[in-house]
C-alpha cells in the first residue's frame, strides 16, 4: 500500500533545476538533472515506470522555461497532462513521425543559431526554451502500431533526436516494459545516457535495460519485490546503480498540479 503524501511545489520550478523523483535505501532525496541527458525505464507491467514518468512531467509542465512533448499510444498514462502539453500525440504512428521530424528541424535549427553565435549549448540565458519529449511505452511505436516502414522511420528518427539534442535543449524521457533489440534497436538504446530498471521477469531483462554484465554484480531488477511498485535500480551520476522508489503521484495530486499549471 502507497503511503499517502502531501504534494509540495516549489515556488519557481525551471528544468535546468533536479527533479525530484523519489528516494534512496537511505530515505535521502534522490533528485536527478535532466538537462543535456535522456532516461531509458524499464521494467514489467505495473512495477512503477507511470510513477516515474509522472513526477517527471509534473516538473516540465510546472517549469517556466520548458516545452512540453507527450507521446502516448494507450493515450491514458499521460493523458491526464494532456492540457498541460504542447504537443500531445496518441496511437497515430504518422503522428508521432511527423512530429520527431519537427523536432529535428528544430533542432537542427538550434545548431545552426549556436554555429553562428560560436557557442556549444543552450543555457538558461537563451531565448529559446527547452524541449522535454516523454515517451510512454516506446513499443507502441517502434514495435507494434502501423508497418514495418514507419516503425523503422520512427527509431531512425528518434535515434538522431536522441543522439544530437541534448546540447540544444532537447530531453529525452522514454519508458518500456522490455527495451530488447526487436523493440528498440540497441544503437538507439545505447544512447540513453541514464538508465531506471523497475522489476523485471528476468536478470537478462535487468541487464538489457542497465547494461551487460550488472546483474552479476548485484544489480539485478528481477529480484525486486513484486508487491513493490516504484522500486528499481537507477544508473546515473556516479555510473553504479542506486536502489530507488519512485515518489507517486494520485489522479488527484496530479490535477492539482495542472490546475496550477492552468492558472
Known amino acids: 500500500m502507497r503511503r499517502r503524501q502531501t504534494l509540495a511545489v516549489p515556488a519557481r520550478v525551471s528544468i535546468y533545476g533536479p527533479i525530484h523523483i523519489g528516494i534512496d535505501e537511505n530515505a535521502a532525496a534522490?533528485?536527478?538533472?535532466?538537462?543535456?541527458?535522456?532516461?531509458?525505464a524499464g521494467g514489467e507491467p505495473g512495477s512503477g515506470k507511470s510513477g516515474l514518468l509522472n513526477n517527471i512531467v509534473a516538473h516540465a509542465a510546472l517549469a517556466s522555461d520548458c516545452r512540453l512533448w507527450?507521446?502516448?499510444?494507450?493515450?491514458?498514462?499521460?493523458?491526464?497532462?494532456?492540457s498541460c502539453a504542447e504537443v500531445f500525440v496518441g496511437a497515430s504512428l504518422d503522428d508521432a513521425n511527423a512530429r520527431l521530424a519537427?523536432?529535428?528541424?528544430?533542432?537542427d535549427a538550434?545548431?545552426?543559431?549556436?554555429?553562428?553565435d560560436g557557442r556549444r549549448k543552450i543555457?538558461?540565458?537563451d531565448l529559446v526554451q527547452p524541449i522535454m519529449l516523454v515517451i510512454d511505452e516506446l513499443a507502441y511505436y517502434s514495435a507494434t502500431a502501423g508497418d514495418k516502414k514507419q516503425r523503422e522511420l520512427f527509431s531512425l528518427l528518434l535515434r538522431d533526436v536522441v543522439a544530437r539534442g541534448r546540447a540544444a535543449g532537447i530531453i529525452v524521457v522514454a519508458a518500456t516494459q522490455r527495451p530488447s533489440a526487436d523493440i528498440i534497436p540497441t544503437s538507439l538504446r545505447d544512447l540513453f545516457g541514464y538508465r531506471l530498471a523497475f522489476r523485471c521477469t528476468t536478470e537478462t531483462s535487468s541487464d538489457i535495460v542497465l547494461g551487460h554484465g550488472w546483474h552479476a554484480r548485484g544489480y539485478d531488477a528481477s529480484t525486486i519485490d513484486p508487491g513493490q511498485p516504484g522500486v528499481g535500480w537507477l544508473?546515473?551520476?556516479g555510473g553504479i546503480p542506486t536502489?530507488?522508489?519512485?515518489?507517486?503521484?494520485?489522479?488527484?495530486?496530479?490535477?492539482g498540479v495542472v490546475g496550477r499549471w492552468a492558472s
Open 30 to 40: 534522490v533528485l536527478l538533472p535532466l538537462v543535456y541527458r535522456n532516461l531509458l
Open 70 to 82: 507527450l507521446m502516448d499510444g494507450k493515450r491514458v498514462e499521460l493523458g491526464l497532462w494532456r
Open 102 to 107: 519537427e523536432l529535428q528541424t528544430e533542432m
Open 110 to 116: 538550434r545548431y545552426d543559431r549556436l554555429d553562428t
Open 123 to 125: 543555457t538558461p540565458d
Open 235 to 237: 544508473l546515473a551520476e
Open 243 to 255: 536502489r530507488i522508489r519512485c515518489a507517486w503521484l494520485s489522479d488527484d495530486d496530479i490535477a
